[in-house]
């Protein structure tokens, strides 16, 4: 027997509970973790604050590179990670408003 998530209130329950002892949901346990929202948003999150760290671990390798470089070191360092910084972009806003969405129909 383990603890699972309520589905309803996301408060912690026997894996065999009937019933939830926070919110009386009916058979509250979730049997796979994708369709427990708390755990969608809880590796949403982690997920957009990792697409945000390597969204400003590039830029500042940009800042930094081109520091140090001469007159075009922009541009080549611009060419390495250009790539990285709009998939991290786009990744970081498509988790914020996934995990946007879900909260809202949680509601
Ligand atoms: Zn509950």
Do not use: Q
């Amino acid at each position: 027997m383990s603890v699972a998530k309520c589905k309803e209130c996301g408060g912690d329950v026997s894996s065999k509970a009937a019933v939830c002892p926070h919110c009386g949901l009916l058979d509250p346990a979730l049997t796979t973790k994708k369709s427990n929202p708390v755990a969608k948003v809880s590796i949403l999150t982690r997920s957009r604050d990792l697409a945000g760290l390597l969204f400003y671990s590039s830029v500042l390798w940009l800042f930094f590179s081109t520091h140090a470089g001469g007159e075009d070191a922009f541009f080549v360092a611009w060419e390495k990670v250009n790539w990285l910084i709009g998939i991290c972009a786009a990744w970081y806003i498509g988790a914020e408003i996934y995990r946007i969405i879900i909260e809202r129909k949680r509601k």
